[in-house]
């Protein structure tokens, strides 16, 4: 059996490419066969790694059934397909793009139902009037089930979506909707409003990996090699090199600025006549706070730079995924 390592990338559209740039940004550039005609391809920068090109929600499936190790996909896809996601997957990284809610959404004349308890009310008193349950049209039946019954509501009959689910009340097939949203326009256009308590997902695009597929040697060092180079680049997103010359107390200044600022030392190196070259890695959120305590302990000036890559000795990702799958 091939023990090449197989990556799900959706097919067309914004994912594709949103998908395509973030890899590239790492240092891993999807290359299509076929001058971009073919639905496979590979990734430049690491050995042993094919590219498939699906849609997201197949990606979801495969990775379900262990056929591919890591997908692009939504994550209302995974939790609304799979049975039991949290032993069929693993969700290494949200990646920033392919941004929707997944939204109880009801008519904008109920002016009296703005919460999840208001629909319960509903619900019920619909079912008295009218001899039938309240209809809910939707394309989430799982994601739907789930969340009404963490409210208690039961008196409601899901209406299966196969078009537009934002026109179901306007045409009389349904009275309320659970649907996708990014901005809400689509629902206000449609006239309809999301309940206050009716955010079922907040969901992204992530980058997930089959807990299923069959982890073999060269896959694994496959996936070490790509979260390595992923893991790295995100680090040099949220952080900076900081240097700085001064008579420091290194032990008390490394210290505090690894305790309160989460900095990683570097070097610090004593030199002649009581002065210390200090260089650390720190997050970017607290460089101006750093920069305050090295010159309130003698430097002249401090130093920021930006690197391409940050590699730490220990991959985060990797670990996680590794301790999920198995040594």
Same mark, same amino acid.
């Given at each position: 059996?091939?023990?090449?390592?197989? =990556?799900?990338?959706?097919?067309?559209?914004?994912?594709? %490419?949103?998908?395509?740039?973030?890899?590239?940004?790492?240092?891993?550039?999807?290359?299509?066969?076929?001058?971009?005609?073919?639905?496979?391809?590979?990734?430049?920068?690491?050995?042993?790694?094919?590219?498939?090109? =699906?849609?997201?929600?197949?990606?979801?499936? &495969?990775?379900?059934?262990?056929?591919? @190790? /890591?997908?692009?996909?939504?994550?209302?896809?995974?939790? %609304?397909?799979?049975?039991?996601?949290?032993?069929?997957?693993? /969700?290494?990284?949200?990646?920033?793009?392919?941004?929707?809610?997944?939204?109880?959404?009801?008519?904008?004349?109920?002016?009296?139902?703005?919460?999840?308890?208001?629909?319960?009310?509903?619900?019920? *008193?619909?079912?008295?009037? @009218? +001899?039938?349950?309240? $209809?809910?049209?939707?394309?989430?039946?799982?994601?739907?089930?789930? /969340? !009404?019954? +963490?409210?208690?509501? *039961? #008196?409601?009959?899901?209406?299966?979506?196969?078009?537009?689910?934002?026109?179901?009340?306007?045409?009389?097939?349904?009275?309320?909707?659970?649907?996708?949203?990014?901005?809400?326009?689509?629902?206000?256009?449609?006239?309809?409003?999301?309940? #206050?308590?009716?955010?079922?997902?907040?969901?992204?695009?992530?980058?997930?990996?089959?807990?299923?597929?069959?982890?073999?040697?060269?896959?694994?060092?496959?996936?070490?090699?790509?979260?390595?180079?992923?893991?790295?680049?995100?680090?040099?997103?949220? @952080?900076?090199?900081?240097?700085? $010359?001064?008579? /420091?107390?290194?032990?008390?200044?490394?210290?505090?600025?690894?305790?309160? !600022?989460?900095?990683?030392?570097?070097?610090?190196?004593?030199?002649?006549?009581?002065?210390?070259?200090?260089?650390?890695?720190?997050?970017?959120? @607290?460089?101006?706070?750093?920069?305050?305590?090295?010159?309130?302990?003698?430097? %002249?000036?401090?130093?920021?730079?930006?690197?391409?890559?940050?590699?730490?000795? &220990?991959?985060?990702?990797?670990?996680?995924?590794? +301790?999920?799958? +198995?040594?």
């Amino acid at each position: 059996m091939s023990d090449t390592l197989i =990556l799900g990338i959706p097919s067309k559209g914004r994912l594709q %490419e949103n998908a395509n740039t973030f890899f590239a940004r790492a240092g891993l550039s999807v290359k299509q066969a076929g001058g971009g005609r073919e639905y496979a391809g590979r990734l430049a920068g690491v050995d042993n790694v094919s590219v498939a090109f =699906l849609s997201a929600s197949e990606i979801a499936g &495969r990775l379900e059934d262990g056929t591919i @190790h /890591f997908g692009v996909t939504g994550e209302d896809l995974i939790r %609304e397909q799979l049975a039991d996601p949290g032993s069929a997957v693993e /969700f290494v990284l949200p990646l920033g793009f392919g941004y929707a809610d997944v939204v109880v959404a009801v008519p904008q004349s109920w002016i009296d139902v703005s919460t999840m308890a208001d629909l319960d009310d509903v619900a019920l *008193a619909f079912h008295r009037r @009218h +001899g039938r349950r309240l $209809r809910i049209a939707t394309k989430y039946l799982n994601l739907t089930r789930g /969340f !009404f019954a +963490g409210h208690g509501i *039961a #008196d409601y009959r899901i209406v299966e979506s196969a078009g537009a689910t934002e026109g179901a009340p306007a045409a009389g097939t349904a009275e309320a909707i659970v649907d996708i949203t990014t901005t809400g326009s689509t629902l206000a256009a449609n006239n309809l409003k999301v309940l #206050d308590d009716g955010v079922i997902l907040k969901s992204q695009a992530n980058l997930v990996a089959s807990l299923r597929a069959p982890w073999g040697t060269q896959a694994r060092a496959a996936a070490s090699a790509m979260l390595d180079m992923i893991d790295a680049k995100r680090r040099s997103d949220s @952080h900076a090199v900081v240097s700085a $010359r001064a008579a /420091f107390d290194l032990p008390a200044v490394t210290d505090e600025l690894e305790r309160t !600022f989460g900095c990683v030392v570097e070097s610090a190196v004593s030199l002649a006549g009581g002065l210390a070259d200090l260089r650390l890695v720190c997050p970017r959120a @607290h460089l101006r706070a750093v920069a305050d305590r090295l010159r309130a302990g003698g430097a %002249e000036a401090v130093t920021v730079s930006g690197a391409e890559y940050i590699f730490r000795a &220990r991959n985060e990702l990797y670990a996680r995924l590794e +301790g999920r799958i +198995g040594r």
